[in-house]
């Protein structure tokens, strides 16, 4: 797994977070382990826009 964080130069109220899972379960196991509402509680708060916006990518 990969959990890496960027900040916009040009708006660093913005992010972008790149995460990397070897396989649909794993990521189905991430978000549903006891840590992530925890987590998600205190992010809420900070999302300005319409939420977080979920993006899958294929390896080329």
Do not use: C
């Not at 972008?16 to 189905?28: G, I, L, N, R, T």
């Not at 992530?36 to 899958?56: C, H, M, R, Y």
Request: hydrophobic content about 40%.
């Amino acid at each position: 797994m990969h959990f890496i964080t960027h900040r916009e130069t040009e708006h660093p109220e913005r992010f972008f977070v790149y995460e990397e899972y070897a396989d649909a379960a794993s990521f189905e196991a991430h978000i549903n382990a006891s840590y992530g509402a925890k987590f998600n509680e205190a992010l809420g708060p900070l999302i300005v826009e319409d939420g977080s916006q979920l993006t899958w990518l294929n390896t080329l």
